[in-house]
């Protein structure tokens, strides 16, 4: 008989508790049920599109296929009951800037919404032993950067200035200014190069820039040079109790303002009469019929093959054929007896709740190429690794922390490297070597349970992530603004009449914003007669 050890057990355990969706009991809805709206799948942008149709006063159903609602907005024990991590989101700094939260449109914070806004708000190590800490206190923050370079300090003091001088403008209509187009149609790569003079800060900026799955080396991407200054300003807040939280909260509005929620129900077909979508069809035959319109958050990809080809007509068939995937992310999450400390040049430990690791800024040109060839590269990969437990310790025992890992990995692996199956062990190996390269103490013995997820896992547990893409496709020019998901429908309606979309394939795409499902609250509503202010107004 072959011996097992605890640690593979539990790695089993929680592989087979993914794939089960163990302790969930499904909710099934029989014969056809007609209502104002249908609502296919359950993200938390079309959740949020759904949440204010509700307070509107129309009848809505959710249908989600999952056992559970969130999309890549939820949270569970993934590796130990008892053992809160988030699937795939953790922080919701875009989100903190939407009308749906600044205003508390919605009513989330008395749903059971909470944030943490933890300090410090990131860290770095570099090889050499030294680190750069970003803190609530941008003078403190300020002081990191001089370790490195006077200069760079004073730069990082004027970026505050300049980004929040840039963001009065826009909120007062103002188009960006000539200075900021340019430096945002640069690589970031160029761009931090041409900012900044030392190396550490460097990579400091292209690694947390590097969060959204963008190459930095591509035109297109100088924004993301920016991403750390964002953050300073912002902070990287949390949903106490789990990343899903929110859509707990927006499942709960739904259901207030007399919405229906149904799990296990995947959508199958759209029901098309008279060249107009009517309705779903779920997987099991169940038919939910819409008298005023369908909003999908299915991936535009999946989508497209629920109705007969001629209704999309073949110039938005042909322009969606060139939709490309992003870069593929692997999550590697882990049940720990301790968490990430990395050690100090000045002696002493931090245990952020967030760090990032790029050895040198030039590591990032890497990237693009190695998933365009199906090569996984461990050599000074780029990693983010989450521990939200330091910050929310209501998530774990007391004593112990989950620790999430992303990275960047191919979702088509090159010929001669074999399946995800077979390099799985010898990644997530590879992955926790490098870790430990920057945080020592964090030893074999600290894992209690893992479970790593390549970017075909990730797409197995959530079809939105389509090839591995966590933000639904790359960003760019041909994919962004009035381009996403298609040339010319950039405003949430399909080509098919009664059908929108919503969620990471529209604009402004992935990441928790709110964004894709707020503005298309809005479209519906106005082609219904009604504005989302007079909605959020008057509190129906």
């Known amino acids: 008989m072959t011996s097992v050890s605890r640690r593979d057990f539990l790695r089993a355990s929680a592989s087979s508790a993914l794939a089960a969706g163990v302790g969930i009991e499904p909710v099934r809805a029989e014969g056809t049920s007609a209502f104002d709206f249908v609502v296919a799948g359950a993200g938390h942008n079309s959740l949020i599109t759904a949440a204010y149709l509700a307070k509107a006063g129309f009848s809505v159903v959710v249908l989600e296929g999952r056992p559970t609602i969130g999309g890549g907005c939820k949270s569970g024990d993934v590796c130990l009951p008892g053992f809160t991590d988030d699937w795939c989101s953790s922080v919701h700094s875009i989100l903190m800037a939407?009308?749906?939260?600044?205003?508390?449109?919605?009513?989330?914070?008395?749903?059971?919404?909470?944030?943490?806004?933890?300090?410090?708000?990131?860290?770095i190590p570099f090889p050499d032993g030294t680190s750069l800490t970003m803190w609530k206190d941008a003078d403190r923050t300020?002081?990191?950067?001089?370790?490195?370079?006077?200069?760079?300090?004073?730069?990082?003091?004027?970026?505050?200035?300049?980004?929040?001088?840039?963001?009065?403008?826009?909120?007062?209509?103002?188009?960006?200014?000539a200075l900021w187009r340019r430096r945002y149609a640069m690589s970031a790569y160029d761009l931090v190069k041409h900012t900044f003079e030392d190396?550490?800060?460097?990579?400091?900026?292209?690694?947390?820039?590097?969060?959204?799955?963008?190459?930095?080396?591509?035109?297109?991407?100088?924004?993301?040079?920016?991403?750390?200054?964002?953050?300073?300003?912002?902070g990287r807040p949390i949903p106490k109790g789990?990343?899903?939280?929110?859509?707990?909260?927006?499942?709960?509005?739904?259901?207030?303002?007399?919405?229906?929620?149904?799990?296990?129900?995947?959508?199958?077909?759209?029901?098309?009469?008279?060249?107009?979508?009517?309705?779903?069809e779920c997987t099991d035959g169940s038919r939910f019929r819409a008298s005023k319109g369908v909003v999908s958050t299915i991936h535009i990809k999946h989508l497209v093959k629920m109705a007969p080809r001629k209704l999309w007509g073949d110039e938005f068939l042909a322009n969606l054929e060139l939709f490309q995937p992003e870069e593929g992310l692997f999550a590697y999450h882990l049940a720990t007896s301790a968490p990430v400390r990395y050690p100090l040049e000045s002696g002493g430990t931090i245990t952020p709740f967030e760090s990032t690791v790029l050895p040198y800024p030039e590591r990032i040109l890497r990237s693009s190429y190695d998933d365009a060839r199906g090569i996984v590269n461990l050599d000074d990969m780029w990693m983010q690794i989450i521990s939200t437990s330091v910050a929310d310790p209501s998530r774990t025992p007391e004593g112990y922390?989950?620790?999430?890992?992303?990275?960047?990995?191919?979702?088509?692996?090159?010929?001669?490297?074999?399946?995800?199956?077979?390099?799985?062990?010898?990644?997530?190996?590879?992955?926790?070597?490098?870790l430990r390269r920057y945080a020592p103490s964090f030893s074999e013995d600290k894992v209690l349970a893992e479970l790593f997820m390549s970017p075909r896992d990730l797409e197995n547990m959530n079809p939105a992530f389509w090839?591995?893409?966590?933000?639904?496709?790359?960003?760019?020019?041909?994919?962004?603004?009035?381009?996403?998901?298609v040339?010319?429908?950039?405003?949430?309606?399909?080509?098919?009449?009664?059908?929108?979309?919503?969620?990471?394939?529209?604009?402004p795409g992935g990441s928790i914003t709110g964004r894709?499902?707020?503005?298309?609250?809005?479209?519906?509503?106005?082609?219904?007669?009604?504005?989302?202010?007079?909605?959020?107004?008057n509190g129906r």
Not at 98 to 123: C, Q, S, T, V, W
Not at 246 to 256: D, S
Not at 487 to 507: D, E, F, H, K, V
Not at 518 to 532: F, M
């Open 487 to 507: 040339p010319g429908w950039g405003n949430y309606r399909m080509p098919i009449a009664g059908l929108y979309q919503t969620g990471s394939c529209t604009q």
């Open 199 to 234: 190396d550490h800060v460097r990579s400091f900026h292209l690694a947390v820039g590097k969060f959204t799955s963008e190459p930095g080396g591509d035109p297109d991407t100088g924004r993301t040079a920016y991403t750390a200054i964002f953050h300073q300003l912002g």
């Open 98 to 123: 939407n009308p749906l939260i600044r205003n508390d449109e919605l009513d989330l914070f008395a749903h059971g919404l909470e944030y943490i806004h933890h300090d410090p708000i990131m860290h």
């Open 516 to 537: 894709p499902g707020r503005n298309a609250a809005a479209v519906v509503l106005s082609d219904h007669g009604l504005t989302l202010a007079e909605v959020v107004a």
């Open 467 to 485: 090839k591995g893409s966590i933000h639904a496709g790359e960003y760019g020019p041909s994919q962004m603004g009035d381009n996403r998901p």
């Open 242 to 280: 789990g990343s899903g939280m929110l859509t707990v909260a927006l499942g709960r509005v739904i259901e207030k303002h007399g919405g229906v929620i149904l799990t296990r129900m995947p959508v199958e077909d759209l029901i098309i009469e008279g060249g107009r979508c009517v309705g779903v």
């Open 401 to 434: 922390h989950t620790v999430k890992i992303l990275g960047n990995a191919p979702y088509e692996l090159a010929d001669g490297q074999g399946s995800w199956d077979d390099i799985r062990a010898d990644v997530s190996a590879g992955v926790l070597e490098n």
């Open 142 to 177: 300020y002081e990191e950067y001089a370790k490195f370079s006077k200069r760079d300090a004073e730069t990082f003091r004027r970026l505050l200035a300049e980004v929040r001088a840039s963001r009065s403008a826009a909120a007062a209509g103002k188009p960006l200014t």
